[in-house]
């Protein structure tokens, strides 16, 4: 397995589904980082088999909202001079914008310009989401 | 409160908004007169993105009632709507003229976004496939108005199950209240969908059954919704030759229901219910065509919040 040394200060999202995690790391915008950033596939995992993580050097500051959506599953560590100083827990937000397209051909999302795609929470437990306009369901574990 | 407000969703406004509406309409229905000044200067735009006549009319017909004007569209290739006007566009301007709006759109959601970007009231009067609010207020004043009462009944839903969507909204409201059982009448492919048994029949432990032939219950039945099945909605020719007369109401079934059931259809027929029941005493779906009209008037005064004594 690949060894990506443990970093001292920074942000470690772990448990990522196997396959996700590009996803994730291009949403953050980390593609596009000037800072020390590492995309691990297909790492060995007890819970999932196979997982993906990524791991940020030095930054702290990020907007984890969504990354909930995308898999409830995943962890996120902070970690400070080596030790991880904060487990942080992820929320489903109760309502996403422009971040879930609706897919329903039918759907008014569909002809007008420049809409906002708003979808809702529903059901935390399965993590179910639906469009504002025309309720079409979305559940996170669709990605 | 309901001055303000828009109806999008059948399940928008609790009971007792509801029975704010019905108590109204039944009003006008005991003295129509009283209210032919109701909305004297008030406007009313109709914005039909694709024909429907019947249901324009309705609106139109209750707003003139109401002693009110009518301004719109009944189709968008005559209006500014042809040249690739927004939706938020076009009801902003309309804010503008009017003092309520009604829309009907082949798109879903289309009521919901103009109502985000109104500053008057939006009636969704059927956005595709998903909502159609005011055939369900139509049908429960029905309800009212014939059985008195909107609990303890058997109610009989009979046809397309899966796809009707104003099946789906009345047993949604219908579930609202006590002690109601339904009796869900169609071919095995066209039941309701998982989600009304699960989240709307089971979840609030409603009595139901399943049955593919309305001659075997219509004797149960305290009313009677029929409903159209295409025939392309079939599974197979066989079960189509095997069931297509079961979904066929004809004197011969009426014949077995009860002296006091009520027929319902949200209209236009085809060839579900055989014209000699219109004769019959249960035939109610040109009545109720009838209190679709007056509970459109009580809605828009409600919406206006318009002085209900004149
Ligand atoms: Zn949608």
């Given at each position: 397995m690949l060894n990506i040394d443990s970093i001292k200060n920074g942000i470690v999202i772990d448990h990522i589904k196997a396959g996700l995690g590009i996803h994730i790391f291009k949403y953050l915008g980390l593609d596009r980082a000037d800072y020390n950033v590492a995309l691990i596939k297909n790492a060995e995992s007890n819970k999932l088999g196979r997982k993906d993580i990524i791991k940020i050097e030095n930054i702290i500051e990020l907007n984890y909202d969504v990354l909930g959506l995308i898999d409830s599953n995943i962890t996120i560590n902070i970690i400070e001079d080596e030790v991880i100083t904060k487990k942080i827990k992820l929320n489903l937000p109760e309502e996403v914008v422009n971040i879930i397209k609706?897919?329903?051909?039918?759907?008014?999302?569909?002809?007008?310009?420049?809409?906002?795609?708003?979808?809702?929470l529903v059901d935390k437990q399965k993590g179910e989401y639906r469009c504002l306009y025309c309720d079409e369901a979305y559940s996170n574990m669709e990605v | 409160m309901l001055k303000g407000r828009?109806?999008?969703?059948?399940?928008?406004?609790?009971?007792?908004?509801?029975?704010?509406?019905?108590?109204?309409a039944e009003k006008i229905i005991e003295d129509e007169g009283r209210f032919k000044d109701a909305c004297r200067g008030k406007l009313l735009a109709t914005l039909f993105y694709e024909p429907s006549t019947r249901t324009r009319f309705s609106f139109e017909a209750a707003m003139l009632r109401l002693g009110g004007s009518v301004i719109g569209f009944s189709e968008p290739n005559s209006s500014s709507v042809a040249k690739g006007e927004s939706i938020r566009d076009t009801i902003r301007t309309i804010s503008c003229y009017a003092d309520i709006a009604v829309m009907r759109?082949?798109?879903?959601?289309?009521?919901?976004?103009?109502?985000?970007?109104?500053?008057?009231?939006?009636?969704?009067?059927?956005?595709?496939?998903?909502?159609?609010?005011?055939?369900?207020?139509?049908?429960?004043?029905?309800?009212?108005?014939?059985?008195?009462?909107?609990?303890?009944?058997?109610?009989?839903?009979?046809?397309?199950?899966?796809?009707?969507?104003?099946?789906?909204?009345?047993?949604?409201?219908?579930?609202?209240?006590?002690?109601n059982r339904f009796v869900l009448i169609s071919p095995k492919e066209l039941r309701v969908p998982d989600y009304i048994r699960k989240e709307v029949l089971d979840k609030n432990n409603i009595q139901y059954v399943e049955v593919?032939?309305?001659?075997?219950?219509?004797?149960?039945?305290?009313?009677?919704?029929m409903t159209r099945i295409q025939r392309e909605r079939f599974f197979n020719e066989e079960e189509y030759l095997r069931l297509k007369d079961s979904y066929i109401l004809d004197m011969d079934k009426v014949?077995?229901?009860?002296?006091?059931?009520?027929?319902?259809?949200?209209?236009?027929?085809?060839?579900?219910?055989?014209?000699?029941?219109?004769?019959?005493?249960?035939?109610?779906?040109f009545k109720q065509a009838k209190y679709g009209m007056y509970v459109r008037m009580a809605l828009i005064m409600k919406l206006l919040g318009v002085e209900e004594n004149a």
């Amino acid at each position: 397995m690949l060894n990506i040394d443990s970093i001292k200060n920074g942000i470690v999202i772990d448990h990522i589904k196997a396959g996700l995690g590009i996803h994730i790391f291009k949403y953050l915008g980390l593609d596009r980082a000037d800072y020390n950033v590492a995309l691990i596939k297909n790492a060995e995992s007890n819970k999932l088999g196979r997982k993906d993580i990524i791991k940020i050097e030095n930054i702290i500051e990020l907007n984890y909202d969504v990354l909930g959506l995308i898999d409830s599953n995943i962890t996120i560590n902070i970690i400070e001079d080596e030790v991880i100083t904060k487990k942080i827990k992820l929320n489903l937000p109760e309502e996403v914008v422009n971040i879930i397209k609706c897919k329903n051909p039918r759907c008014v999302t569909s002809i007008e310009p420049n809409i906002k795609h708003i979808f809702y929470l529903v059901d935390k437990q399965k993590g179910e989401y639906r469009c504002l306009y025309c309720d079409e369901a979305y559940s996170n574990m669709e990605v | 409160m309901l001055k303000g407000r828009h109806l999008i969703d059948p399940m928008d406004f609790t009971t007792s908004e509801l029975d704010e509406i019905f108590s109204l309409a039944e009003k006008i229905i005991e003295d129509e007169g009283r209210f032919k000044d109701a909305c004297r200067g008030k406007l009313l735009a109709t914005l039909f993105y694709e024909p429907s006549t019947r249901t324009r009319f309705s609106f139109e017909a209750a707003m003139l009632r109401l002693g009110g004007s009518v301004i719109g569209f009944s189709e968008p290739n005559s209006s500014s709507v042809a040249k690739g006007e927004s939706i938020r566009d076009t009801i902003r301007t309309i804010s503008c003229y009017a003092d309520i709006a009604v829309m009907r759109h082949p798109k879903e959601g289309a009521p919901k976004l103009a109502s985000m970007y109104s500053s008057i009231p939006v009636i969704n009067a059927g956005d595709g496939g998903h909502q159609h609010p005011t055939q369900t207020l139509t049908d429960l004043l029905t309800i009212k108005c014939l059985k008195g009462q909107f609990s303890n009944l058997t109610i009989g839903l009979c046809g397309d199950l899966k796809f009707g969507r104003t099946v789906h909204s009345l047993i949604k409201a219908t579930s609202r209240y006590e002690n109601n059982r339904f009796v869900l009448i169609s071919p095995k492919e066209l039941r309701v969908p998982d989600y009304i048994r699960k989240e709307v029949l089971d979840k609030n432990n409603i009595q139901y059954v399943e049955v593919e032939r309305l001659e075997d219950v219509i004797g149960e039945l305290d009313i009677l919704y029929m409903t159209r099945i295409q025939r392309e909605r079939f599974f197979n020719e066989e079960e189509y030759l095997r069931l297509k007369d079961s979904y066929i109401l004809d004197m011969d079934k009426v014949n077995r229901a009860k002296e006091d059931m009520i027929i319902m259809h949200p209209l236009p027929r085809v060839n579900e219910i055989d014209y000699e029941v219109d004769e019959d005493k249960r035939a109610c779906y040109f009545k109720q065509a009838k209190y679709g009209m007056y509970v459109r008037m009580a809605l828009i005064m409600k919406l206006l919040g318009v002085e209900e004594n004149a």
